[in-house]
C-alpha cells in the first residue's frame, strides 16, 4: 500500500501565485486532514474533512481552502500566496475518530514563498 | 481548552543510556493522550496512546509512556536508546472521543541520540 501520497514533495512560490497541494490516500479513510509544521511551533490543523463532500476549519484556515469530492483525494489550495505560508505540509487520514484509529501522514510538501 | 507543553526542545543522550521526554498538558476535562514520532523527511508515525484504564502505556521500538493525572503529565520513556531513536517526538492532546477530530500538538522534543 503507498499509504498517504503527498505532491509535490518541494516548491518554491512567489508572492501572489496560487498553488494546489495534492494528497490522495488509498486506505479508503473516512478522515482526512491538513496541517502546517513550523519550526519550533509543532503541528498547526488547517482544515479537516470527515468524509467526501464534508469540510470544517481547524485552527489555521486563513489562506487556503480545501475540497473533498472524493473518498481518496483531498487538495489544499492557496489562492494568493505569502511568506507567512512558508512552512512544511502534512496530509493525514485516519479510519476513525483519533481516539479509535491513528493519524496516518504522508512525507510532507516543502513550500517558500518568496 | 487544552494545550500541551514540551519543555524539552533537544534532548542529547548517548547510546544504551535512559531517557524521558517531558510532556505536561493542561485540560479542565479528561482527554486523550499520544506521542507521535516523526524521522527525518519523514510524516508523523504513531508511538502510542492512552485512552483509559492502565496509566502505563507501552508502545513501538520499546518506548513506554505513564499517564499521571494528579501532575497532568505523560512523560515518555526508554530504559536503553539506539541511534535509530534519533527523531523528533510530538507528545499530543485530543478530547475524548475525538469529537472535534482534532488533535493539539506539541512544540517537539528532538532526540539526538550519540554514539
Known amino acids: 500500500n503507498a499509504g498517504v501520497t503527498q505532491t509535490p514533495k518541494f516548491r518554491i512560490l512567489k508572492i501572489g501565485q496560487s498553488m494546489t497541494l495534492q494528497c490522495t490516500q488509498d486506505?479508503?479513510?473516512?478522515?482526512m486532514y491538513w496541517y502546517r509544521q513550523d519550526p519550533g511551533m509543532g503541528l498547526k490543523l488547517i482544515y479537516y474533512?470527515?468524509?467526501?463532500?464534508?469540510?470544517d476549519k481547524g485552527e489555521v484556515p486563513n489562506g487556503y481552502n480545501v475540497s473533498r469530492s472524493t473518498t481518496e483525494d483531498f487538495p489544499l489550495r492557496l489562492e494568493l500566496a505569502a511568506p507567512s505560508q512558508t512552512s512544511v505540509y502534512f496530509c493525514a487520514s485516519s479510519y476513525s475518530t483519533i481516539g479509535n484509529s491513528p493519524l496516518h501522514f504522508g512525507n510532507g510538501t516543502r513550500l517558500t514563498v518568496t | 481548552a487544552q494545550s500541551v507543553t514540551q519543555l524539552d526542545s533537544q534532548v542529547p543522550v548517548f547510546e544504551e543510556a535512559p531517557v524521558e521526554l517531558r510532556c505536561n498538558y493542561s485540560?479542565?476535562?479528561?482527554?486523550?493522550l499520544f506521542w507521535y514520532v516523526q524521522y527525518p523527511n519523514q510524516g508523523l508515525q504513531l508511538l502510542l496512546k492512552?485512552?483509559?484504564?492502565?496509566?502505563l502505556v507501552k508502545g513501538i521500538n520499546g518506548f513506554e509512556a505513564e499517564f499521571n493525572k494528579s501532575q497532568t503529565s505523560f512523560h515518555l520513556r526508554k530504559p536503553s536508546v539506539h541511534i535509530s531513536d534519533t527523531a523528533e517526538y510530538f507528545c499530543?492532546?485530543?478530547?475524548?472521543?475525538?469529537?472535534?477530530?482534532?488533535?493539539?500538538f506539541g512544540t517537539g522534543t528532538l532526540l539526538a541520540v550519540q554514539p
Open positions: 486506505m479508503n479513510h473516512n478522515y
Open positions: 499530543a492532546v485530543s478530547p475524548p472521543g475525538g469529537a472535534t477530530n482534532k488533535l493539539i
Open positions: 474533512s470527515v468524509g467526501a463532500g464534508i469540510t
Open positions: 485540560s479542565s476535562v479528561s482527554v486523550y
Open positions: 492512552y485512552l483509559s484504564g492502565s496509566t
